[in-house]
């Protein structure tokens, strides 16, 4: 480690729970440059598209068959909602008050550590797999406020997925690429390129009007946003 320790805190989780956190500076952070010297026959690249039925969906099949999420709020909601139950019952300023928080605590935690033990592990997963990184550059407050899916995107952690995923980028000299949010991912045709406007959100499956190619909504994105990417790469 040739870094500088610049501080280190101290915090104290409301489930009781101490942890240390060391900030420190690193020289000489490498990032891998795209650019003409760059063989593009010889740069492994991926499109990631972010699905909230499977968390992050592939652009290569292989990929989503290990990439599995398990919605670990949603699976722990009843329970949670029991624990907040037992604690509106409990006198104010009572031990057996400070214990039911205490329990909410802990669960909220452990959905959290969950939660952030797939994200890295995922992340990492890509990081170390290949050279570039084509992702779709999504607002996700935009879209968690205007599809009414505040839960489910808070659930999924497509937020803390899209930082992990470029801090381990650095780490394994990975480049990250971001597609245009307004580009019509999900709605084009991967094979012929043709745009199906009337395609809905809860349409998971559809079969292109021109080619009749039938296509899986989220691989299908992917598969654009990787060729999105390759433009990209190629016009440097």
Known sequence: FDGVIKAVTVEMKPSGKYYISVMVECPNEIELKINKKN???????VGLDMSLSDFVVSSHKVDN???KYVRNYRKNEKHLSKLQRKLSRKEKGSKNRMKSKRQIAVLHEKIANQR??????TALYFARKYDVIVLEDINLQNMSRTLHLGKSVTD???GEFRTVLEQKCKEYDTTIIYADKWYPSSKTCSSCG????SLKLSDREWICPQCNSHLDRDINAAINILKQGEKEILSN
Do not use: H, S
């Not at 043709?194 to 406007?197: A, G, H, L, P, V």
């Open 39 to 45: 063989n593009y026959n010889n740069l492994n690249v």
């Open 65 to 67: 068959t290990i990439i």
């Open 116 to 121: 952030k033990d797939f994200i890295n592990k």
């Open 156 to 158: 999924l952690g497509f």
């Open 194 to 197: 043709t745009i199906n406007k």
